[in-house]
């Protein structure tokens, strides 16, 4: 079954300390990946993607994120956290469905930052 | 380029009434979505329009949800009976039709019933 799989429902990190957010999928094929942002009382931003090529992917904000196919994984990083990072962390996969690709979610990553 | 517009940000209702929402994508984006997230989970597709037609609703309680997507641009979602399971933010969504699954949102429209 297809499924996305976020290990921490919660973590909180200080200030200028470096960031991981852990995401594991269930996917047949080569997955299309996504992490998304959202920030209280907003909606979902994207914060990077891979569908092919470079394992590595630089997004927004100073984010990145490296696609580990032999582990099924695509952790976010950040080498320094800011106070604004603090929000919640979706990692989703776009899973085939006809001639689109389906959005699966996990249930999210809240970050905190503590000052 | 405008994003993609909500509205009312925020309803309370009392169960058993009715509440519409609306939505007005990015200019040229064919696929339109909704979804419902409730707090603190991640969010569950209720319906993807392409254009004015429906690709997916499977999700969608057909009993109470109803959604249109007319002239394949602006789209409604109504609730009608509310429960109070629908408290809930609505989230609406968009994109290219071959975008791969990166999708624009909306700020939401944050829905309470009492």
């Known amino acids: 079954a297809q499924s996305v799989t976020q290990p921490d429902i919660h973590i909180t990190v200080s200030e200028g300390a470096s960031l991981e957010l852990r995401c594991n999928y269930s996917?047949?094929?080569?997955?299309?990946l996504f992490w998304y942002v959202q920030s209280p009382g907003q909606g979902l931003q994207l914060l990077l993607k891979?569908?092919?090529?470079d394992t590595l992917v630089q997004g927004i904000k100073g984010f990145e994120a490296e696609f580990k196919r032999s582990q099924s994984s695509f952790n976010l990083r950040k080498p320094s956290v800011h106070w604004s990072d603090a929000a919640e962390y979706f990692c989703a996969v776009g899973a085939r469905a006809g001639n689109n690709r389906k959005l699966i979610w996990g249930l999210g990553t809240s970050l905190a930052v503590n000052p | 380029e405008a994003g993609v517009a909500q509205s009312p940000r925020y309803k309370i209702i009392e169960k058993r009434q009715s509440v519409a929402f609306w939505c007005n994508p990015i200019s040229g984006h064919a696929t339109l979505y909704w979804y419902q997230q409730i707090l603190g989970q991640g969010p569950k597709l209720l319906i993807q329009f392409q254009n004015n037609g429906v690709v997916d609703d499977s999700q969608l309680p057909k009993d109470r949800f109803s959604a249109e997507r007319l002239k394949g641009v602006d789209s409604t979602l109504k609730i009608q009976p509310a429960k109070l399971e629908d408290s809930a933010v609505y989230l609406c969504?968009?994109?290219?039709?071959?975008?791969?699954?990166?999708?624009?949102f909306g700020e939401g429209s944050r829905l309470t019933v009492l």
């Open positions: 969504a968009s994109s290219y039709p071959t975008g791969g699954g990166e999708l624009f």
């Open positions: 891979y569908f092919s090529g």
């Open positions: 996917y047949g094929a080569t997955p299309y």
